[in-house]
């Protein structure tokens, strides 16, 4: 059963790691099968509590296809491990600026074909548009698929404090995006929870495909 935002955020904090890590693995598993983070590839994380900042994150350098329990660590608003083995994914600094500055309560991040490739090619414009599609209306808050959703894209970088950085200020400027894209990397989005999260990433995904798909296909106008 997938874990809540009011979970999360229950009177008690008590919500349990195992079961938090057991939907990570599951998800993760689930975007391995449908090849959006092979091998090693894509992070998640979880809030376990807002205050203070608890993140139930994935272990750096595991096989997404064999993700488990074991894999998923807890962390501090620091990126301090306080439970699990392993070191947490090099982009943790990314994962807390989301939360610190959306609020999510999920963060989740992968690594597929027309991510990387559209990431890539639409550098230049600053972002991805995309717009005019039905399945916009999956995105929270979005209610026609007249809606115009804008994808940032930020130029990819191993100094990852300064990679976050940049990451807040792109949020900061776009406070309506519900992603954001590292150029020849992957995509980033996040949810009130990990359903939301989760739907979100297969609503980007599919769009950012057909996009591709219809952009890179010869002759297609003419047969619109």
């Not at 962390?75 to 699990?84: R, Y």
């Not at 548009?129 to 039905?134: A, L, N, T, V």
């Not at 209610?143 to 900061?172: F, G, K, Y």
Request: hydrophobic residues 40%.
């Amino acid at each position: 059963m997938p874990v809540t935002r009011e979970e999360i955020n229950n009177s008690s904090g008590s919500l349990r790691l195992s079961a938090v890590a057991a939907e990570l693995a599951e998800i993760g598993r689930g975007f391995y099968a449908r090849g959006w983070v092979l091998g090693t590839s894509g992070n998640f994380s979880a809030v376990i509590s807002h205050e203070p900042l608890r993140l139930a994150i994935t272990s750096s350098g595991v096989d997404k296809g064999t993700l488990s329990t074991d894999d998923v660590l807890l962390i501090d608003g620091q990126g301090k491990v306080l439970e699990g083995k392993g070191h947490p994914s090099a982009e943790t600094l990314l994962h807390l600026a989301v939360v610190k500055l959306r609020g999510a309560g999920a963060v989740l991040h992968t690594h597929s074909v027309w991510s990387n490739i559209l990431s890539d090619a639409c550098f230049g414009e600053g972002g991805v548009k995309i717009e005019g599609h039905e399945m916009l209306k999956g995105l929270t808050g979005v209610e026609t698929h007249e809606h115009c959703e804008w994808l940032p894209i930020l130029e990819n970088s191993q100094d990852m404090a300064a990679l976050a950085a940049e990451a807040a200020r792109v949020l900061e400027r776009n406070p309506n995006s519900h992603g954001f894209l590292l150029r020849r990397h992957g995509l980033y989005t996040w949810g009130r929870d990990l359903a939301e999260g989760k739907r979100h990433i297969e609503i980007i995904e599919f769009l950012l495909e057909v996009l591709g798909r219809t952009s890179f296909t010869p002759n297609f106008k003419q047969h619109r």
